[in-house]
């Protein structure tokens, strides 16, 4: 006999969840994901508010304390990770430097996302005389070693956040390039897109109202990796003395600065280097997690965990 309750023809079918609801329980499901966007709100909070509320603390010069070791609760809260060479607290300086590296990495990110995409579009849809010209683009520029692109053209240009920026989104563009290429001409053979042509829909319309939905998850993905990638790309070029220059800051150049007195005051360099390590990982750990929410094939993974009654 059969223990399941009965539905009668009055009995309502609970409500399907908001899609807001849906995403924020596939997100307490995964707790990795779930604290990965926590430090990454953190990181965005202190890129705002940082250089407004520490930027003359983290400026300020004090040679009595100069490379003061960390952990000395004396000194105040500000000075328990240290202070560098010139006695100004790193604690404040890392806040205050988070404007500077989420800003150039995000700008890069942004442009190159822009650029690509446009472009990828135009090379799947378009006839294939003109995706063979455009790919052919993409090929030059990647032709180029992109450390080796950025040094000479910031050593062209001179070193600035516009330059950094510029030539980041210039050696990424290939990378969205490609992959919105060969999204669009896997996608255009499919029947909704082939029903929209038959209907008369303009080519301009079925990119943007029925092709570009569809790519965007894979693009969103794609551009959180590589929020990471060039975080590293632009601590690269600090280091090497090519990127942001003083008084200006990020972390790669704080990482530079404290590269000659590791012997004796390692935390100069580990604090910002640790900043950019756990800002990668929490990158890499919400791209994951987002490679599995957008997409319909996979998804019930993480709604299955995020169930109450799981």
């Given at each position: 006999m059969s223990n399941a309750p009965a539905v009668t023809e009055g009995t309502a079918l609970p409500a399907e969840p908001s899609a807001p609801r849906?995403?924020?329980?596939?997100?307490?499901?995964?707790?990795?994901?779930?604290?990965?966007?926590?430090?990454?709100?953190?990181?965005?909070?202190?890129?705002?508010?940082?250089p407004a509320l520490l930027g003359d603390v983290a400026q300020k010069q004090n040679l009595r304390g100069r490379n003061a070791p960390p952990f000395e609760w004396a000194r105040g809260w500000l000075w328990w990770m240290g202070a560098d060479s010139l006695g100004r607290p790193l604690l404040a300086r890392i806040i205050v430097a988070a404007r500077n590296t989420v800003a150039i990495a995000a700008g890069a990110v942004l442009a190159s996302a822009l650029v690509g995409t446009t472009l990828g579009l135009v090379a799947g849809y378009a006839s294939r005389?003109?995706?063979?010209?455009?790919?052919?683009?993409?090929?030059?520029?990647?032709?180029?070693p992109s450390l080796l692109l950025a040094v000479i053209v910031?050593?062209?240009?001179?070193?600035?956040?516009?330059n950094v920026v510029l030539v980041l989104a210039i050696t990424r563009i290939p990378v969205y390039l490609r992959t919105t290429r060969a999204e669009v001409l896997e996608i255009r053979e499919r029947m909704f897109v082939s029903a929209a042509r038959?209907?008369?829909?303009s080519p301009r319309r079925i990119v943007l109202r029925h092709i570009l939905p569809v790519v965007l998850p894979t693009l969103t993905t794609l551009a959180t990796l590589d929020f990471?990638?060039?975080?590293?790309?632009?601590?690269?070029?600090?280091?090497?003395?090519?990127?942001?220059?003083?008084?200006?800051?990020?972390?790669?150049?704080?990482i530079a600065q404290g590269k000659?007195?590791?012997?004796?005051?390692?935390?100069?360099?580990f604090w910002p280097g640790l900043a950019i390590i756990l800002t990668t990982l929490s990158l890499n750990l919400l791209?994951?997690?987002?490679?599995?929410?957008?997409?319909?094939?996979?998804?019930?993974r993480l709604e299955m965990r995020g169930r109450p009654d799981a």
């Open positions: 849906r995403f924020l329980r596939m997100l307490w499901a995964d707790k990795f994901a779930l604290a990965a966007l926590l430090f990454l709100l953190l990181v965005v909070l202190m890129a705002l508010l940082g005389r003109v995706g063979e010209a455009i790919m052919r683009l993409a090929d030059v520029i990647m032709s180029f910031l050593y062209v240009l001179g070193p600035s956040v516009t038959v209907m008369g829909a990471a990638y060039v975080m590293l790309a632009e601590s690269a070029l600090s280091f090497l003395g090519i990127g942001i220059q003083p008084p200006d800051i990020t972390w790669g150049l704080m000659e007195h590791l012997t004796r005051a390692w935390w100069l360099s791209s994951n997690w987002m490679r599995i929410a957008l997409d319909p094939t996979q998804r019930w």
